[in-house]
């Protein structure tokens, strides 16, 4: 294509809510064949909510309530240092449960696993179940097969402990956005296999995927951080050309080392630097739009 076509090409993008790094990463997106899409922010809205506190001693279907109201205020307080989605969802609930939230001190982010810190002198660790055993904080039976029936249900489920003692599993749930199946939809119309990337658990990512119409043998769930830069390495070692689509800080890595990387404009700066498109609206349907484009401006299709 000439530089001229090319130019075209990035000026319609912008009109489209595509904003394009330079004309030649036209060239890369018109040669991907597969598609990463992390789940959170990108899939689903990402505005979680908080549906249930499981505590201790409790068989799932009550909680003794000022037990609760007290892991959750912890809990609440802890998360208010993190900017993760879970953790957005669980102070907000806190506030509204419990009102004022204390102070934190010594508060340290598990990128991918959780949060930890101490809030009114108690050591406070919030996070995946996994993070709980990372620490030898193993849940206890009870917890355990809650954590199980919540996770089922398609929901995230968060572990807390207190002082070196599991307290409680929260239930967490994030909304598929509206556009999400058209725009897989329509990544599949053109021929794109789309894989849905996530450091959530299994249950839920399948949830999600069915939702979207994404087999659940393209699911990879339970991913670190860390690990969705060699999920796209591996791709590209298999032959593959990929586009990776994600929101967080922690899909930076992926997003630089994908063939085209896409964040979503709704997403963290940290996305945004390390991908060649920014999705403004952070509709996916313009994912699709982008590859689309590329392929019209550079003469593939007409
Ligand atoms: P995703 O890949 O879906 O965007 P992340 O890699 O950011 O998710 O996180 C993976 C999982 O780690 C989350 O689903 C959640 O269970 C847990 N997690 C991450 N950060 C926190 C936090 N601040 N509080 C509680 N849980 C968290
Ligand atoms: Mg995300």
């Known amino acids: 294509a000439t530089p001229t076509a090319l130019l075209v090409g990035t000026g319609r993008g912008a009109q489209l809510g595509i904003l ?19 789940k959170t922010g990108t899939v689903t809205t990402g505005r ?12 799932g279907s009550g909680t003794d309530p000022s037990d609760a109201d007290e892991v959750l205020r912890l809990a609440g307080a802890l998360e208010n240092a993190s900017e993760h989605p879970v953790a957005a969802a669980i102070t907000r609930a806190a506030r509204e449960r419990v009102g004022e939230l204390p102070e934190v001190t010594e508060f340290g982010n598990l990128e991918g696993l959780g949060v930890r810190g101490v809030v009114d002198d108690h050591a406070v660790l919030v996070g995946r179940p996994a993070l709980l055993d990372q620490w030898s904080q193993r849940l206890p ?8 029936l ?52 299994r249950a839920v990512a399948e949830t999600v995927a069915r939702e979207v119409g994404i087999p659940s043998d393209d699911v990879v769930a339970e991913v670190l951080p860390a690990d969705k830069l060699q ?3 591996d791709l590209q070692a298999q032959g593959r050309v990929v586009a990776m689509v994600g929101d967080g800080v922690n899909d930076a890595a992926a997003l630089a080392q994908a063939d085209l990387g896409l964040a979503m404009g709704t997403g963290t700066d940290v996305a945004i630097e390390a991908a060649d498109i920014t999705l403004v609206r952070g509709d996916l349907r313009a994912a699709a739009d982008a590859i689309r484009l590329s392929r019209r401006t550079l003469g593939t299709i007409r």
Do not use: Q
């Not at 556009?179 to 119309?189: C, H, K, P, Q, Y």
């Open 20 to 38: 394009i790094k330079g004309p030649e990463i036209l060239e890369s997106t018109r040669k991907v064949d597969t598609v990463v899409l992390d």
């Open 48 to 59: 979680m909510s908080l549906l249930a506190v499981h505590t201790a001693g409790s068989d």
């Open 141 to 148: 039976d009870d917890l355990a097969a809650v954590a199980e």
């Open 150 to 201: 919540e996770s089922g249900k398609g929901r995230t489920v968060v572990a807390v402990a207190v002082d070196g003692e599991p307290r409680a599993v929260m239930a967490v749930a994030d909304i598929v956005k509206d556009t999400s199946a058209e725009a897989i939809a329509r990544l599949r119309g053109l021929g794109l296999t789309p894989i849905l990337l996530t450091g959530d658990n």
């Open 231 to 233: 999920v796209v390495k």
